[in-house]
């Protein structure tokens, strides 16, 4: 979603970063959510910004200058709110939930955010780390020139 100078709504991607500016998550108006979207805009801008003493929204500085952005984490005692087997179950209600939502006709699933991740982390976990040959060779080169025993051999066999 964005609009040009004028703030009329375009597609054009080269309109809105030259003259224009991107909408909020949802867009414009009420309908796709837009002003939720400019709220939790606004919220990560305080958050991020303002409170840390960094620079936010207009204020990140240009291309040739640091930008000078600033971190907010935060660290929920989910029990403060409700027993944590409750929100676990409600949880996998939502993942459900959105699993089972029609996806695209040329998707083969619908992922949840940081899914990707966490499944190449559990084969990674089970297979361990793929390295580039390219990569093991120079380990190999530098261990020979050092003298120290290559005990990658096997990582050889399976890259």
């Known amino acids: 979603w964005g609009i040009d100078s004028k703030g009329e709504l375009t597609d054009n991607p080269n309109i809105v970063?030259?003259?224009g500016a991107v909408l909020p998550l949802g867009g414009l108006g009420e309908i796709l959510g837009g002003h939720k979207g400019s709220g939790l805009a606004l919220t990560i801008d305080i958050l991020c910004g303002i409170l840390t003493g960094a620079n936010w929204g207009p204020y990140v500085?240009?291309?040739d200058k640091p930008a000078n952005v600033g971190h907010f984490m935060v660290a929920i005692n989910i029990e403060e709110f409700l027993p944590?087997?409750?929100f676990l179950e409600r949880m996998e209600k939502l993942r459900t939930y959105i699993k089972s939502l029609p996806k695209h006709p040329?998707?083969?699933?619908?992922?949840?955010?940081g899914?990707?991740?966490?499944?190449?982390?559990?084969?990674r976990l089970k297979k361990g780390i793929p390295i580039h040959k390219a990569i093991l060779?120079?380990?190999e080169k530098i261990a020979r020139e050092l003298n120290l025993k290559f005990?990658?051999?096997d990582l050889r066999k399976r890259t």
């Open 61 to 63: 500085g240009p291309k």
């Open 151 to 153: 005990e990658l051999e």
């Open 17 to 19: 970063l030259k003259e």
């Open 115 to 123: 899914e990707k991740s966490w499944l190449t982390m559990q084969t």
């Open 137 to 139: 060779n120079d380990i």
């Open 106 to 113: 040329k998707a083969k699933r619908i992922w949840i955010p």
């Open 84 to 86: 944590l087997q409750e």
